[in-house]
């Protein structure tokens, strides 16, 4: 069964409701690699229930399910879908505790070929239940690496090109260790894919063992900002958006590299994140707005 354009552009997701406190917070903290060291006072403040902060990347595990596209009947090979590109904006600063829903809808579809695989966009809203305000902004492009062909559009209705790291020298680097067993303790904060736990489907899926979230990368790469940018204030990292572009193996080491996109004191950066052990990069295209 080919993929079908059709329903995916008009399925109704259902909105998720989502209770949070410090327990999500900590848990999530832990599972981006926060907690290493239990003398960075830095780091401390997201792990720790005195004086709580919540990681400014924490709307990425808000107020979602990750199954809805497989549960459909949307003809998508489940196996060899993989996660392509993410964005993030934040309207307000994340609350360590609240009550939120998230309300998600596909935007477009595109058809890259018989051989290259569709490209799935989606949004999700982040908003407050109480009052209905608007917290954050989620931008999401599903690779499905085996369901091109279908007879779709070849490109986007509203072609967005991508952000493009500068060739001189990086102004920053930082360097983050994952752990082991991260990719199992990340999915404690709701994505439960079995590529990411399970050696026998991760082979199945191509890889020789399980791999860290896409997400979770991308949690790693905005723990390097807040600790290189902003002093571990979450509230001045107000956005950030990425192309994944190799997969991560729990506990390699993760090198943020970063380019100052001027010199003012809240402006926009460019960042790319290498695999050290490997010098593969797995996110590339990447561009943050720092607030002042």
Same mark, same amino acid.
């Given at each position: 069964?080919?993929?079908?354009?059709?329903?995916?552009?008009?399925?109704?997701?259902?909105?998720?409701?989502?209770?949070?406190?410090?327990? #999500?917070?900590?848990?999530?903290?832990?599972?981006?690699? !926060?907690?290493q060291d239990p003398t960075a006072r830095g780091e401390l403040a997201f792990v720790y229930e005195?004086?709580?902060?919540?990681?400014?990347?924490?709307?990425?595990?808000?107020?979602?399910?990750?199954?809805?596209?497989?549960?459909?009947?949307?003809?998508?090979?489940?196996?060899?879908?993989?996660?392509?590109?993410? /964005?993030?904006?934040?309207?307000?600063?994340?609350?360590?505790?609240?009550?939120?829903?998230?309300?998600?809808?596909?935007?477009?579809?595109?058809?890259?070929?018989? #051989?290259?695989?569709?490209?799935?966009?989606?949004? $999700?809203?982040?908003?407050?239940?109480?009052? /209905?305000?608007?917290?954050?902004? !989620?931008?999401?492009?599903?690779?499905?690496?085996?369901? /091109?062909?279908?007879?779709?559009?070849?490109?986007?209705?509203?072609?967005?090109?991508?952000?493009?790291?500068?060739?001189?020298?990086?102004?920053?680097?930082?360097?983050?260790?994952?752990?082991?067993?991260?990719?199992?303790?990340?999915?404690?904060?709701?994505?439960?894919?079995?590529?990411?736990?399970?050696?026998?489907?991760?082979?199945?899926? /191509?890889?020789?063992?399980?791999?860290?979230?896409?997400?979770?990368?991308?949690?790693?790469?905005?723990?390097?900002?807040?600790?290189?940018?902003?002093?571990y204030d979450p509230s001045r990292l107000t956005a950030m958006s990425v192309r994944f572009s190799?997969?991560?193996?729990?506990?390699?080491?993760?090198?943020?590299?970063?380019?100052?996109?001027?010199?003012?004191?809240?402006?926009?950066?460019?960042? $790319?994140?290498?695999?050290?052990? $490997?010098?593969?990069?797995?996110?590339?295209?990447?561009?943050?707005?720092?607030?002042?």
């Amino acid at each position: 069964m080919p993929l079908d354009r059709d329903k995916l552009l008009a399925a109704v997701i259902p909105d998720i409701p989502q209770s949070y406190g410090a327990r #999500d917070c900590i848990l999530y903290a832990l599972g981006v690699g !926060l907690g290493q060291d239990p003398t960075a006072r830095g780091e401390l403040a997201f792990v720790y229930e005195q004086g709580l902060k919540a990681l400014p990347t924490y709307p990425l595990v808000q107020g979602y399910t990750p199954y809805w596209l497989r549960d459909g009947d949307f003809g998508l090979t489940w196996s060899h879908a993989v996660h392509g590109e993410q /964005g993030l904006v934040l309207h307000a600063p994340v609350a360590a505790q609240g009550e939120v829903i998230g309300r998600e809808r596909v935007v477009d579809v595109v058809d890259k070929g018989a #051989d290259k695989g569709a490209l799935i966009y989606s949004e $999700r809203r982040i908003i407050e239940r109480a009052t /209905g305000r608007l917290l954050a902004t !989620l931008t999401q492009t599903t690779f499905c690496r085996a369901d /091109g062909g279908f007879g779709g559009p070849r490109q986007r209705r509203e072609l967005q090109p991508q952000h493009a790291v500068p060739s001189r020298p990086p102004d920053l680097v930082c360097d983050l260790a994952t752990r082991p067993e991260m990719a199992l303790i990340y999915r404690l904060s709701g994505d439960v894919n079995p590529l990411h736990a399970d050696p026998d489907f991760a082979r199945a899926a /191509g890889f020789p063992r399980p791999i860290l979230h896409g997400l979770a990368t991308m949690g790693v790469a905005g723990h390097a900002l807040l600790r290189t940018l902003c002093g571990y204030d979450p509230s001045r990292l107000t956005a950030m958006s990425v192309r994944f572009s190799a997969p991560v193996f729990p506990g390699e080491t993760l090198r943020t590299e970063i380019w100052r996109d001027s010199h003012e004191a809240g402006a926009s950066v460019s960042f $790319r994140l290498r695999v050290k052990e $490997r010098d593969a990069v797995a996110i590339d295209n990447g561009r943050a707005e720092i607030s002042p």
